[in-house]
């Protein structure tokens, strides 16, 4: 059977929670799981709840880390599968995604990009911003101090 790697986002828990902070990562790189299998415990500014596995596979890069602010949507980690309805998480489908995240590895917080946007500019046109949020996360302080600085 075909196996192919997806890429598993953070949970959506809502239109008002758009944050959550990585308590505990309960596998590792490598690890066999299945569907169901508790893999992290997550907290936003509301609850905390357990993040379980969509499908059995195996765990590949893991991009969470304990004590990091990830948004919503963010990859979470990678897991190797055969199954077929994750097929739309494949991390190989993209068709040139990996080309732009080679462009950059930062991570833009709709805040920071909304400043930008604001300011005329297109974030993804952006590759010389410094990006100090947790998980290199462009904030909206960082896109304040990069305009301030431009020349």
């Known amino acids: 059977m075909d196996t192919f790697n997806i890429d598993v ?4 828990m809502g239109a008002t929670v758009s944050e959550l902070s990585v308590i505990v990562i309960k596998v590792q790189t490598g690890d066999v799981v ?12 509301k609850s905390a709840f357990e993040f379980e596995s969509p499908c059995e596979g195996t765990i590949g890069e893991i991009m969470g880390k304990p004590g990091a602010t990830m948004m919503s949507g963010d ?4 897991i190797e599968t055969s199954d ?3 097929r739309h998480l494949d991390s190989n489908s993209a068709g040139g995604g990996s080309a732009a995240a080679a462009a950059s590895d930062v991570i833009w ?3 920071a990009k909304k400043v930008a946007e604001e300011a005329g500019l297109d974030p993804e046109s952006i590759t010389d911003i410094t ?3 947790p998980g290199n996360r462009v904030s909206g302080d960082d896109v304040k101090h990069y305009l301030e600085n431009r020349g």
């Open 34 to 45: 299945t569907k169901g299998q508790r893999l992290a415990d997550l907290e936003s500014d």
């Open 9 to 12: 986002p953070v949970p959506s």
């Open 109 to 111: 917080t709709p805040k």
């Open 131 to 133: 990006a100090t949020g």
């Open 84 to 86: 077929e309805s994750m």
């Open 75 to 78: 990859p979470f980690l990678q």
